[in-house]
Every structure is written in C-alpha cells, then in structure tokens.
C-alpha cells in the first residue's frame, strides 16, 4: 500500500499540494504546512494526484512510501 508522508520540517506552506488534491492535502491554521487527510491514496486517480503534488512540491516535503 503506497502511502503520502510529509515532513513538516522542509514544507513551506506554499499550498500546491492542496490545489493539486484538495481531498488529501489541507494547510494548517497556525502555521500553513501541510495537513495529509488522507495518508492512503483510494483509488488510481487519487495515486496519480498524490504523485503529483509530490513532484510539484517546491520545498520536496512530499513524498511517497511504499
């Protein structure tokens, strides 16, 4: 099972995840980093979001284990 890991030492809350896939990724209120919703992608089109916002991550805080 692939699963979307964060680490919120590197996010710098620029939000490209949550406009990518808004069901999986929201930002804290207190700070802006990412929140993951859903740390397990439901189907393929989910995967194939969840890989995207990790590419598009400019500070590479996303990434996907298996």
């Known amino acids: 099972m692939t699963k979307i890991v964060a680490n919120l ?3 710098v809350g620029a939000g490209q995840c ?3 896939d808004p069901d999986a ?3 804290s209120d207190e700070d802006g980093t990412v929140v993951v919703l859903q ?3 439901a189907d393929d089109q989910a995967l194939k979001r969840a890989r995207v916002a990790v ?3 400019p500070s590479r805080a996303l990434f996907l284990a298996e």
Do not use: G, M, W
Request: hydrophobic residues 35%; contains cysteine.
């Open 9 to 11: 030492d590197r996010c």
């Open 18 to 20: 949550v406009l990518t």
């Open 25 to 27: 990724f929201d930002q």
């Open 39 to 41: 740390d397990a992608p």
């Open 55 to 57: 590419e598009i991550c």
